[in-house]
T-cell receptor, first 111, second 110 residues
Framework: NAGVTQTPKFQVLKTGQSMTLQCAQD?????MSWYRQDPGMGLRLIHY???????DQGEVPNGYNVSRSTTEDFPLRLLSAAPSQTSVYFC??????????FGSGTQLSVL | KQEVTQIPAALSVPEGENLVLNCSFT??????LQWFRQDPGKGLTSLLL?????REQTSGRLNASLDKSSGRSTLYIAASQPGDSATYLC?????????FGAGTTVTVRA
């Protein structure tokens, strides 16, 4: 039982490049979400999904796209990377009303 | 917009002392509140989850209380150990969204 798996762990991009951060969970959780963590600012919600085919915006959605074609996977796409998107990104999942399980994070640097 | 505040931002205590970590939030219409632990360079691990109808939750040396009407939660860690050194974050849930505090970084000195 792997829990929530994020890849890659580290990534360096140039401004304007696009990429996809992968997130997969094997707990059959309906709810999945993406956060970014910046020093002194806590975690901020980017996008979330309450089930396959259903996504919605969080607090800081601009510059990011998501889709949820299966229960297991919830990839986060950066359309045109900017230095302001340098951050640590976390994927998390839960079952209804239960604790949130986090992946180990992706450290992204945009030069 | 829900604002979640954790004070102090950092705390250093000798081993064996009890820890008291505070969390306050502005909107009391929460679904639940969670306390998380984060070790450097790692993801978050959920420690305790308190539903809005509950007053407290306990797990081993950890106890968390919730006063929804005043917008406060407190995490107590009894008889602290060096292994308790980490950043502790609280998060409140409204609808499908969690709002996090910035965390309290705890150092337990041996």
């Amino acid at each position: 039982n792997a829990g929530v798996t994020q890849t890659p762990k580290f990534q360096v991009l140039k401004t304007g490049q696009s990429m996809t951060l992968q997130c997969a969970q094997d707990m059959n959780h309906e709810y999945m979400s993406w956060y970014r963590q910046d020093p002194g600012m806590g975690l901020r919600l980017i996008h979330y999904s309450v089930g396959a085919g259903i996504t919605d915006q969080g607090e800081v959605p601009n510059g990011y796209n998501v889709s949820r074609s299966t229960t297991e996977d919830f990839p986060l796409r950066l359309l045109s990377a900017a230095p302001s998107q340098t951050s640590v990104y976390f994927c998390a999942s839960r079952q209804s009303g239960e604790k949130l399980f986090f992946g180990s994070g992706t450290q992204l640097s945009v030069l | 917009k829900q604002e979640v505040t954790q004070i102090p931002a950092a705390l250093s205590v000798p081993e064996g002392e009890n820890l008291v970590l505070n969390c306050s939030f502005t909107d009391s219409a929460i679904y639940n509140l969670q306390w998380f632990r984060q070790d450097p360079g790692k993801g978050l691990t959920s420690l305790l989850l308190i539903q809005s109808s509950q007053r407290e939750q306990t797990s081993g040396r950890l106890n968390a209380s919730l006063d929804k009407s005043s917008g406060r939660s407190t995490l107590y860690i009894a008889a602290s150990q060096p292994g308790d050194s980490a950043t502790y974050l609280c998060a409140v849930r409204i609808d499908y969204k969690l709002s996090f505090g910035a965390g309290t970084t705890v150092t337990v000195r041996a």
